[in-house]
């Protein structure tokens, strides 16, 4: 017998698509074998770092509890049915609602997955505009809906976040942020250990306030323990200061900014000695760190998670980037600056430095009243509009890449909300706690079957980058992409044949994005035919041919001819470690798209919410309160079904300081009860003094194993859900995030 030949190895460079560090990824292949995955050396942005999370995507691919077809639910009973009997029965059931109850009575939820998703990025806005519903969540207004917010009205659109820039500055006042952790988040930047321990090493200052020692805070100069939900006292001190010692000093921006004198009036009430009793910190403290902002060379103030999901959020973040700007370090280098994205950026698009910024939504939700923001409502709101009878109650749902099962606040009452619908589709790979509800579920291919550009983040990077990745595994026979699921969904919400095929919407929605390009005033194809741009990106199709156009006619783009020597899809398929375009420079005014062309340091209705503020400084402590957290090997609650990140010790234990649990009797590894307003959960005790007394801390994202679900591995490893401990009735008003931190509990060991 002749022995068979081996089939030969191939490497594919990729980027790794699950965090927001955009890490560069060497994937070795035999046939549909992964045999190895590491950093590329090579990648121009992560040389080479990864976190453990890109191990995961073999076992990613490889799991079987991953769906690999549709799925229908009749009879209690799942079953597998094709792709064309799965869009007959969403066509057959969703239609008669939408016909009976009105567009509104349909809603969508947008999990945070879709923002690591090329095809999501570009075919979620189809699908929601043709249902037309008022009734669209995501999970921004459960992470950092606050920030967007804040940027918008300073700035003019909701991804013009300044950004740290970490590789130049010499101090770093980081609030509600672990970088360490999180891989940067609204700041993508891989490997911030390291990019850290070098700003230390050439003599710079990193300061870390936050209720938990976190990983950041051991690495930083300075950590200090602040009173959960209070950042914004601090800030608002440290603006006071900045007034009272003759330190604010705008330099070059002075032209640029609209309302300086209103923020030193604002700041008045809010003294060092006035909040110190609220933050915890103490007057000569405060002091000495507005000072050091003030005076370092080079500095930034980032704020993050923490600092958005809180009462104060979008106060929290609009007051990191004043005290940028009145320290002179907005929009400089080594302080936080603009990114100049190379596809997809509102600020890099149109007539630079003026715009229409942005406007509070004028719909609202039915039952509570909660302002749109961004055209989405706040995801508080979903449970009750289910709920509650009457006109436009929602009564069918689509999920796409989202588990508010687990995300949201009051899971339970959420849960028991989605057990009401009349219908339910989910795109979703995995039956979880959410897309149990389901009756139809449309898996898309395993992430390694898919091409992938970070549209989004690279608007958050702190250095200017472009990487396309192509498919590492083609798809098996008869899988259809993401992006034709969702156009086969548009078809259907639109009212059109459940069995027109995808690229005739493509086609459309192709044809809509380029005649939309060719009206823009200031656009790189200002008044070129727009039949002649659509032949020249022949024969692509799908995200690839959007993602060409949007390059093309990006900052850096060809223009189709106009710049010879610009980017194109084309040129990132030939560089597969990626193409640095360069550091981040000054932007302002030219990114500005605010009405005034100017920076709006005191935006009136940001403004409006500053008494609010005061006023809490009045208001009691509670004894104990609780935050979240995240972990390294955890993506919110979509990546706990991988052995490689649940191994080892159990990740969702209650972190309580030695001083709460010697008060409360509570010993470690003994179970404690957790009770708030909204519900109860009990979780193993961790005693350890990385917590501030009277703060605890539990994971989020956790709470697996519910009947119905089937997620073996993540069932083995369940933990408990946060977020059955949150209550949904309160929101930061400015943005309608809900309020994640600072819940006030009550802590009794279990018998």
């Known amino acids: ?19 927001e560090a955009t890490c560069g990824l060497e994937i070795t292949t035999t046939g549909r074998q992964i045999t190895g995955i590491r950093g590329d050396p090579a990648d121009v942005f992560s040389h080479g770092y990864i976190c453990p999370k890109a191990y995961s995507l073999k076992e990613l691919d490889a799991d079987p509890d991953r769906l690999r077809g549709p799925m229908l639910r009749q009879g209690g009973q799942w079953r597998a049915v094709s792709w064309d009997d799965a869009f007959a029965e969403i066509a057959r059931r969703l239609t008669p609602i939408q016909q009976q109850y009105g567009r509104d009575a349909v809603a969508v939820y947008l999990g945070n997955p879709n923002v690591h998703n090329l095809s999501g990025q570009l075919y979620n806005t189809p699908l ?23 940027a918008g009205y300073m700035f003019g659109t909701m991804l013009s976040i300044p950004i740290p820039d970490v590789d130049r500055a010499d101090y770093l006042l980081i609030l509600g942020a672990n970088p360490l952790v999180s891989n940067g988040s609204l700041m993508t930047a891989p490997d911030m250990r390291g990019r850290i321990r070098a700003l230390l090493a050439r003599g710079g200052r990193v300061v870390v306030v936050d209720p938990r020692r976190t990983r950041t805070a051991a690495e930083a100069s300075e950590h200090l323990f602040i009173h959960p939900g209070t950042d914004p006292h601090f800030l608002f001190a440290l603006v006071h200061t900045l007034f009272a010692e003759g330190l604010v000093n705008p330099a070059h921006l002075t032209e640029h900014l609209n309302g300086i004198e209103e923020l030193r009036a604002l700041a008045a009430p809010f003294t060092p000695e006035a909040v110190a009793a609220t933050c915890g910190i103490t007057p000569d403290v405060t002091r000495r760190i507005a000072r050091e902002l003030a005076t370092a060379p080079r500095a930034a103030v980032y704020t993050r998670i923490g600092a958005c999901t809180q009462q104060f959020g979008t106060l929290t973040s609009w007051l990191g980037d004043v005290l940028n700007a009145l320290t002179g370090n907005l929009d400089r280098p080594g302080g936080a600056l603009f990114p100049r994205a190379a596809a997809g950026a509102r600020n890099t698009s149109g007539l630079p430095g003026t715009g229409k910024g942005i406007r509070p939504g004028f719909k609202k939700s039915r039952v509570r009243g909660l302002p749109q923001i961004y055209g989405e409502l706040p995801t508080v709101c979903l449970a009750e509009e289910i709920t509650t009878p009457g006109d436009g109650q929602v009564r069918a749902l689509i999920t796409i890449a989202g588990n508010p099962a687990l995300s949201a606040p009051n899971g339970d009452r959420l849960n028991a909300a989605l057990g009401q619908l009349d219908f339910m589709v989910s795109v979703d790979c995995y039956l979880n706690e959410t897309t149990r509800h389901a009756d139809v579920i449309l898996p898309p291919p395993s992430p390694l079957q898919r091409a992938h550009y970070d549209l989004a983040f690279y608007q958050l990077s702190i250095r200017n980058i472009a990487h396309y990745s192509p498919p590492v595994f083609p798809r098996e026979s008869g899988q259809l992409d993401e992006w034709e699921i969702l156009l086969r969904l548009t078809a259907i919400a639109a009212g059109q044949d459940a069995t027109i095929p995808a690229a005739v919407i493509d086609d459309m929605v192709a044809s809509q994005l380029v005649q939309r390009e060719v009206r823009t ?69 030219e990114v500005l798209r605010t009405p005034s062309g100017k920076v709006e340091l005191a935006p009136p209705l940001i403004v409006a919410d500053v008494e609010r503020l005061r006023a809490a400084l009045d208001h009691p402590r509670p004894p104990v309160v609780l935050i979240g957290r995240r972990d390294l090997r955890s993506n919110n609650s979509w990546m706990h079904n991988l052995h490689v990140l649940v191994k080892g010790d159990d990740p969702c234990v209650l972190l309580v300081h030695p001083q709460d649990a010697a008060r409360l009797n509570l010993a470690e590894g003994v179970a404690a009860r957790v009770t708030s307003a909204a519900g109860s959960v009990a979780a193993p005790v961790h005693i350890t003094d990385e917590m501030m007394p009277g703060v605890v801390s539990l994971p989020h994202g956790w709470g697996h194993g519910v009947p119905g679900s089937q997620m073996r591995i993540a069932a083995e490893h369940a933990g408990v859900s946060i977020n059955r401990l949150i209550p949904d009735d309160a929101v930061d008003p400015l943005s309608g995030n809900a309020i994640l931190n600072a819940i006030p509990v009550t802590l009794a060991p279990v018998k």
């Open 521 to 589: 005033a200031g656009s790189p194809v200002e008044g070129r035919d727009s039949a002649e741009l659509l032949a020249a990106l022949q024969p692509r199709r799908g995200p690839e041919r959007l993602l060409d156009f949007l390059l093309r006619t990006g900052p850096y783009g060809d223009a189709f001819g106009a710049r010879p020597d610009g980017l194109t899809l084309a040129q990132l398929e030939a560089a597969p470690h990626g193409i640095d375009l360069g550091p981040l420079q000054p932007r302002i005014p």
């Open 128 to 150: 929601l505009r043709a249902l037309g519903t008022r009734n669209i969540y995501t999970a921004s207004t459960l992470d950092q809906m606050p920030k967007q917010v804040s």
């Open 1 to 19: 017998m002749t022995p068979s030949t081996p089939e030969p190895s191939q490497v594919t460079y990729a980027t790794c698509p699950l965090c």
